[in-house]
């Protein structure tokens, strides 16, 4: 299972760290990555980092501003976000490919292996 935790209420220009705690798979072949789906939105990538390299991805709007790192020791992704925008509010989820994926992906069909959302909200 995947077990996201961090989510939070903060001021704009504020910051957040969220983790995703992956267990129940082997991730060193794997790629985990983070998604966000806002109120009435489809759920989009944000980031994503390969395990066995640390090979990352960003969304657009966020690099620069988010960083996402892992530790192999504890099976641990986190998302670091700074200077977060009410725009960035959402319901972020963790979530691993699967294991026949060529990674690093950003493409959420490739990613099967989810874990419940927590929450950020960004006030203005």
């Known amino acids: 299972q995947l077990q996201a935790s961090g989510g939070g209420l903060v001021q704009a220009g504020g910051s957040l760290r969220l983790s995703c705690v992956v267990s129940g798979r082997t991730v060193s072949r794997l790629a985990t990555g983070w998604f966000r789906q806002g109120l009435g939105k489809e759920r989009e990538f944000v980031a994503s980092i390969t395990w066995f390299d640390g090979t990352t991805l960003y969304k657009d709007s966020v690099k620069g501003r988010f960083t996402i790192s892992r530790d192999d020791t504890k099976n641990t992704v986190w998302l670091q976000m700074n200077s977060l925008k009410p725009e960035d509010t959402a319901l972020y989820y963790c979530?691993?490919?699967?294991?026949?994926?060529?990674?690093?992906?950003?493409?959420?069909?490739?990613?099967?292996?989810w874990g419940q959302g927590t929450q950020v909200t960004v006030s203005s």
């Open positions: 979530a691993t490919t699967t294991p026949w994926t060529p990674v690093p992906t950003m493409r959420l069909q490739h990613y099967d292996y």
